[in-house]
């Protein structure tokens, strides 16, 4: 009995997420990150080239580790990206690349975001306007949702396989930074909300608020608190994340984070230290939950190469924010 519980459970959450017709979806599509403020640009265009250097950052988070179906197929969402951004004096901004794939159940999504920023100097700071291009291949086996029934075939939407099919959308982001200070994005991703007939689905547009403020202690100007906030909207529902990292010299930090759009399991645990140019990070989901009872866990890469440039921009002399 409680194997076929599972079947139907399981099951039926891939099939609202997946295949309900397009008015009927409402869950957020956009991967989540515990370590979202490191890795800005995947929300935000606007991000690109607002470091001094060319960096790159890599992400694995494997979600609800121990979540499977009855015949053993991981059902737990896995979701991996890279991203890599410059700033560009001949283009008067920088430009970005983000690889990312992402998987829920029987349905995944991998997906190529092409970014360009334009930069200029404002006040303190640096003011950054971007674009971006997104291919996105989704693929969907329709078959394996059998919601637990002895007849699938009676339905035809579990017959038709496993179904892919590639969309094209778009994406803007404003960005303000002040080096050593804070950040703000204003971001929406999914503008066309395109639609695929071959998979039932349609793309929901996604807003996003993000902010990061870094806060030396007068006392021992060794340590900064570092809050942040990361805002995701797709006018159905809002999500927050609030995070808090202690960072000691800038090369070791540990904090927490709350996420209400991991309303099962809300918090997690980071852990990172930098070595030279390369960062390296850890963070932990604490399962309070029956689902995954194993946790959350996701590992972060970064890595930068400092440019000097002939007219050294303000915006260009801190890569604490990616």
Known sequence: MQTIQM????????????????????????????????????????????????????LARQQWVGLDDTDGTNVAPNTYTVSIHSPMNFLHGGVG?????????????????????????????????????????????????????????????????????????????????????????????????????????????????TGGYEWQLPNNPSFVIEPSLLVKSDAVKTDYDLAVLLKYNNKVWGGVSYSSFGVMDPIAVLLGVQIKDIRIGYAYTIPTSAIGSGGSHEVMVGYCFKIDFEKGRRSYRNTRFL
């Open 97 to 209: 690349l983000n690889v990312y794939s992402d998987k829920l159940g029987y349905q995944s999504e991998i997906g190529v975001k092409i970014m360009y920023a334009y930069r200029v100097d404002l006040g303190m700071g640096n003011l950054g306007v971007g674009a971006q291009l997104d291919f996105m291949n989704a693929t969907i086996d329709f078959e394996a949702l059998d919601a637990g029934s002895e007849n699938p075939g009676q339905d035809p939407l579990l017959t038709g396989g496993k179904q892919t099919d590639m969309v094209l959308d778009f994406g803007f982001g404003l960005q303000y930074h002040i080096p050593e200070k804070f950040y703000v994005g204003l971001s929406s991703t999914r503008i066309l909300e395109s639609a695929s007939s071959k998979l039932y689905y349609k793309y929901k547009r996604h807003y996003f608020l």
């Open 7 to 58: 079947k139907i459970y399981t099951s039926a959450l891939f099939l609202i997420l997946s295949i309900l017709p397009p008015t009927k979806i409402f869950a957020q599509q956009e991967a989540h990150f515990a370590h979202n403020m490191f890795n800005n640009i995947y929300y935000n265009p606007g991000f690109a080239g607002s470091v001094g250097g060319i960096c790159a950052t890599g």
